[in-house]
């Protein structure tokens, strides 16, 4: 598994980070993602075989929220 951080901007609401998270598990080959609002990290670990770091990054963008920076681990 492959782990990565998103930067983004501070979230103000829970629906949001909610949002985030749901369009993000939608993707085939996600194990785990975590929003942090207050901090504006998403944090997700997902199999590099079935989805790109591109496409995690396509799906927070759907959402409204830009990504500013990206850190794999």
Do not use: W
């Amino acid at each position: 598994m492959t782990k990565v951080l998103f930067q983004i901007d501070p979230l103000d609401c829970a629906g949001c980070a909610q949002k985030i998270e749901n369009q993000v598990n939608e993707l085939n080959g996600i194990e785990s993602v975590k929003v942090f609002p207050q901090h504006g990290k998403i944090r997700a670990s997902f199999d590099n075989k079935k989805v790109t770091i591109h496409q995690l990054e396509e799906a927070i963008r759907l959402t409204g929220h830009p990504v500013y920076s990206t850190v794999t681990a």
